[in-house]
Nanobody
């Protein structure tokens, strides 16, 4: 089965930055779309950002526009989420996801998921 491995989470002060990484186990990274979601206890899984692997413009949730940047490294088969100007509202478990379709904010459309990485932003 396909495995997605996430890293980069941790504890950061408000206003600080973190970069999350997501790598796939496949030798050749063939997913059409990779995305980031986040979730806190008692809340629905929330869309963060998504990117077509072959190109095009990424999409972002309004809550992270201007602060977060999604990117990819084709040679490494790795996706990144650069998070700047973090606030306590960004505290959540962040999940890497992938699918073979097109970019979408609907988590139900994604087929593969990482284990999640905790991001905690202190005041």
């Amino acid at each position: 089965q396909v495995q997605l491995v996430e890293s980069g989470g941790g504890l950061v002060e408000a206003g600080g930055s973190l970069r999350l990484s997501c790598a796939a186990s496949a030798r050749t990274f063939g997913f059409a779309v990779m995305a980031w979601f986040r979730q806190t206890p008692g809340k629905e899984r929330e869309f963060v950002a998504a990117l077509n692997w072959s190109g095009g413009s990424p999409i972002y949730a309004d809550s992270v526009k201007g602060r977060f940047t999604i990117s990819r490294d084709n040679a490494k088969g790795t996706m990144y989420l650069q998070m700047n100007s973090l606030s306590p509202e960004d505290t959540a478990v962040y999940y890497c996801a992938a699918r073979y379709g097109s970019t979408s904010p609907d988590h139900l459309l994604y087929d593969y998921w990482g284990q999640g990485t905790q991001v905690t932003v202190s005041t």
